[in-house]
């Protein structure tokens, strides 16, 4: 029963090295996220999906690209990472196709550090 | 602007010691507010969610009240497992889901 699953757990850049995180979830949700949580912060929405061949933008998507690769699947890509996108990245779904009504259920998070 | 404002930052119980956190909200059109706990180096995990002022949840030792403008999240006779940082997200509209900074809630036997 794994729900959301995140890749890697742990990861280190230097400034200016590219890379993409990986989500999966096996409930059968429309929707997908991905949200960036800092301390003293809430968490902060980057992208979502409301549905497979969806995405838009959240509060804070600069820096970031997203694709659905399927039903399944949400990847985050750090296209030139920065030392202010130091951060645990976390990914989450839900059964609603976007509307607020639903809760999300999340992933463990990855921990990026970028040097 | 839609905020969200959780009270205290933290907060320290001695075991069986009842409390309550405060999640004050301002979203416009809310659509539902949810209650998660995050244990340290985990993800949130979706605790309730409320719908309508007046309505309550319970869950073991938790419950959780929502008015216009307020929730709560009370807790009865805490263990020391209840220790976890409690967040709320009120929803407001399309994918809006706004997250408080959370409570951090430490229970000491």
């Known amino acids: 029963n794994a729900g959301v699953t995140q890749t890697p757990k742990f990861q280190v ?5 590219s890379m993409t995180l990986q989500c999966a979830q096996d409930m059968n949700h429309n929707s ?4 960036r949580q800092d301390p003293g912060m809430g968490l902060r929405l980057i992208y979502y999906s409301a549905s497979e061949g969806t995405t838009d933008k959240g509060e804070v998507p600069n820096g970031y690209n997203v694709s659905r690769l399927n039903k399944r699947e949400f990847s985050l890509r ?21 509307d607020s009504n639903q809760p999300q259920h999340f992933g463990d998070g990855t921990r990026l550090s970028i040097l | 602007e839609d905020q969200v ?27 539902g507010l949810f209650w998660y706990r995050q244990d340290p180096g985990k993800g949130p995990e979706f605790l309730f969610t409320l719908y309508s002022a007046g309505e309550e949840k319970e869950k073991e030792r938790l419950k959780a009240t ?16 209840d220790s976890a940082t ?3 997200a009120p929803g407001g509209g399309y994918n809006k889901l706004i997250f408080g900074a959370g409570t951090r809630l430490a229970v000491h036997p």
């Open chain 1, 78 to 98: 750090l296209e030139s990472a920065a030392p202010s996108q130091t951060s645990v990245y976390f990914c989450a779904s839900g059964r609603g196709r976007g």
């Open chain 1, 13 to 17: 850049l230097k400034t200016g090295q």
């Open chain 2, 5 to 31: 404002t959780q009270s205290p930052e933290a907060l320290r119980l001695q075991e069986g010691e009842s409390s309550s956190l405060n999640c004050s909200y301002t979203v416009s059109g809310l659509r």
């Open chain 1, 32 to 35: 997908m996220y991905w949200y």
């Open chain 2, 66 to 81: 929502l008015t216009k403008k307020e929730s709560f999240l009370h807790i009865t006779a805490p263990k020391p497992e």
């Open chain 2, 86 to 88: 409690y967040l709320c």
